[in-house]
């Protein structure tokens, strides 16, 4: 080939970035949540939240250490199938700004998000990252802001699409009305903390608490299924979540309307 072939087809395209770490990093991280899911669930399986003679902080604890557990095992799953799309190179998404390669478009869960995320948005936004996309664009930005909410219908549809069984509509229900108390106490209470750094850090560490307190409280029916044993574990906590979030939930928090509708497109809405 000649020296002007060169000339007019341009330059020899660039070599693919390297997918070790992108294909590696992931199939470890999976292995390491399978292993701490079948650790973890032989201790503590997931009906033993029933049992009557524990108390409201060790259930509350419980429930913490049953979510983890179950989540792992999605964490593996889709954790291994990014690994398998990373090493064909379907997660390639091209480069960020400082020239690095970007891996996300096989990613559906980022778990530190969702194990460390100090409000309710940025937890169910790192979970099920696709379904999460696919119920935006199928629903919520085609309800009209009217008498029906975008974000109810949006997890109702998600509750459907998972099955009939009661614990489903236990959970998304309760999913979507602590969406709606997580925004109005974030609108409520956030900026009083942010004055200083250490205020900031401790509005983080409450919230923190909180957000898992209460998505533990709705994401156990997920797994309970029945309605015997959904109320059964409502009963051992005294229904206090629920009646929380509901009174947070009907809380008039002044706004503005054209802001937050922007910033709910924006953030769109989770469910499972």
């Not at 003679?53 to 964490?75: G, K, Q």
């Not at 948005?121 to 999460?132: F, H």
């Not at 509509?169 to 009305?177: E, H, K, V």
């Amino acid at each position: 080939m000649s020296p002007s072939s060169y000339d007019v087809a341009g330059p020899p395209p660039l070599l693919p970035p390297s997918h070790q770490y992108p294909v590696l990093g992931r199939l470890a991280e999976a292995v390491v949540c399978i292993v701490l899911h079948q650790v973890i669930s032989a201790q503590y399986p997931i009906d033993s939240i029933l049992k009557p003679d524990y108390s409201l902080p060790t259930r509350i604890l419980l429930a913490h250490i049953i979510i983890f557990h179950t989540r792992s095992r999605y964490y593996f799953v889709w954790l291994l199938v990014e690994s398998i799309n990373n090493y064909i190179g379907l997660g390639f998404s091209g480069y960020d700004k400082e020239g690095k390669p970007v891996w996300d478009v096989c990613k559906n869960v980022r778990p530190w998000d969702v194990e460390f995320g100090t409000n309710f948005r940025t937890v169910i936004t790192g979970w099920n990252v696709t379904t999460s996309l696919w119920l935006r664009r199928i629903c919520y930005n085609r309800v009209s802001y009217g008498w029906i909410s975008p974000t109810l219908a949006s997890w109702v549809l998600s509750a459907v699409w998972h099955g009939f069984y009661p614990g489903y509509y236990f959970c998304f229900l309760s999913g979507a009305i602590m969406q709606a108390a997580s925004v109005n106490m974030r609108r409520l209470l956030r900026h009083h903390f942010h004055t200083s750094e250490t205020w900031k850090r401790i509005y983080d560490v409450v919230t923190w608490a909180i957000s898992h307190t209460m998505l533990n409280y709705g994401a156990m029916c997920f797994l309970l299924l029945s309605v015997e044993k959904c109320w059964m574990l409502w009963k051992f906590y005294y229904f206090f979540p629920f009646i929380t979030v509901s009174c947070a939930a009907l809380l008039p928090v002044p706004y503005d309307k054209k802001e937050a509708r922007n910033g709910d497109r924006q953030n769109g809405v989770k469910a499972q």
